[in-house]
């Protein structure tokens, strides 16, 4: 009976000693504050985007015992968009032509709800003015887009088209394009459709310094910001109330590496987007972890644009946590090739209580590393290692040279 009770004792050190080593392994903690339910939700804070990996891989929340140390499972949330199209079907029942333009007009089989036309033209290079109109018996029109214009640019400087009709929510049973050109469009294909869209959650963050420089007819424009954050919407205000159609290509810095020149800084390529006067200047990037960006405007042979501002958010990353005993909670972090941790309620469906409470956090802490006890040489000081080696040669000299006289 001691000996099962000795070897229960053994095994429960050892447990507790990898659990605390689990936790050690890790860089960073943060307290968790106010836990009274089983669930809770975590909105993670700018500052430990700074030290988690690319892939946000080794989160963890563990919670410490008297006797224990404990995992706490977690969901991990973005607050991005939520988008639902539905595509329509419909009937082109008629297609005339007059001195205003090109008419064609569509029958929906029943009245729907729409926001949206994407007209396909192989036209390589067009800027016509588009009116839309709804009618529910043909008789009477009302004008729901009126001057809108759709572009299409394809030279050997640019490749940009923009032939999407977007407007708010119309209801009608019949719709009737005008594209005003006096040569026929060749309109291959129209596809209309309902967009339901839940809008993102962003994050502000503080551009802390972004500077302007002209190179080979090219703009170039370097951002900073105070930490590195998950980046996945870029804003720029463009002063100039001119028509202009721009490629861009959107850069993250990787690293900066000091040689005799200075400093060289290693940007990879995040997007290539098209700034264009038609279109809202915001562009969605892929959610990559960086703290300074490069954008450059490809000019070709036009002026500059004024560029006053930019801005750049972020979506929202929230961990609903289930927490099953009493204990001091940490959100931990900062584990370099850690894995994604694997819970069971990551792959069943859960049913999470209507109001949930949000945490509050504690500082920033750093987790001391346990230290390693080095064991000092027998000997520090190398002459005794001299000593010692002669000594060896003398007496294997002595009993070499007493072997040979016994011989002779």
């Known amino acids: 009976m001691r000996l099962n009770n000795s070897f229960l004792t053994i095994l429960a050190f050892l447990s507790i000693s990898v659990c605390f080593g689990q936790m050690d392994s890790y860089s960073k903690k943060i307290a968790l504050k106010d836990i009274e339910n089983q669930w809770h ?190 980046l996945n919407l870029l804003e720029f205000t463009v002063d100039d109330k001119i028509d202009y159609y721009r490629s861009i290509s959107i850069q993250y810095l990787v690293d900066s590496v000091k040689t005799e020149k200075g400093y060289y800084h290693n940007y990879r390529p995040l997007a290539t987007k098209t700034l264009s006067s038609m279109e809202d200047n915001s562009f969605q990037l892929p959610g990559t972890l960086a703290q300074k960006l490069r954008v450059i405007i490809l000019n070709n042979d036009n002026q500059p644009l004024k560029i006053s501002d930019v801005k750049l958010k972020g979506y929202l990353h929230t961990l609903t946590a289930r927490f099953t005993e009493p204990a001091n909670y940490f959100l931990v972090y900062g584990k370099p090739y850690d894995n994604f941790p694997n819970y069971d309620i990551s792959k069943t469906t859960v049913s999470l209580p209507d109001n949930i409470t949000k945490l509050d956090f504690g500082s920033v802490v750093e987790i001391p590393k346990p230290e390693i006890e080095t064991t000092n040489p027998l000997f520090e000081n190398k002459w005794w290692l001299w000593v010692i080696i002669g000594v060896v040669i003398a007496l294997l000299g002595y009993f070499t040279i007493g072997m040979m006289k016994k011989e002779l």
């Open 41 to 230: 939700t975590i909105e993670v804070p700018n500052q430990v985007f700074e030290d988690v990996n690319t892939n946000m891989s080794d989160i963890r929340i563990y919670g410490v015992t008297a006797t224990d140390t404990i995992e706490a499972p977690y969901l991990h949330k973005v607050s991005n968009a939520e988008i639902s199209n539905s595509e329509l079907s419909f009937n082109l029942i008629n297609s005339v032509n007059n001195s205003k333009g090109y008419f064609y007009t569509y029958e929906l089989p029943q009245k729907e709800t729409i926001n949206e036309m994407l007209l396909n033209l192989e036209d390589p290079n067009f800027n016509w003015e588009i009116t839309l109109e709804g009618s529910q018996h043909q008789k009477q029109w009302f004008t729901i887009l009126e001057d809108y214009r759709i572009l299409s640019i394809n030279n050997d400087q640019t490749n940009y088209s923009f032939t999407t009709l977007k407007f708010p929510d119309a209801s009608f049973r019949y719709y009737r394009v005008l594209i005003k050109s006096k040569a026929k469009p060749n309109l291959t294909s129209v596809h209309i459709t309902k967009k339901a869209k839940k809008a993102a959650t962003y994050r502000d963050y503080e551009v802390s310094d972004f500077q302007i420089s002209k190179e080979d007819k090219k703009t170039i424009i370097d951002i900073d910001l105070k930490n590195r954050v998950p």
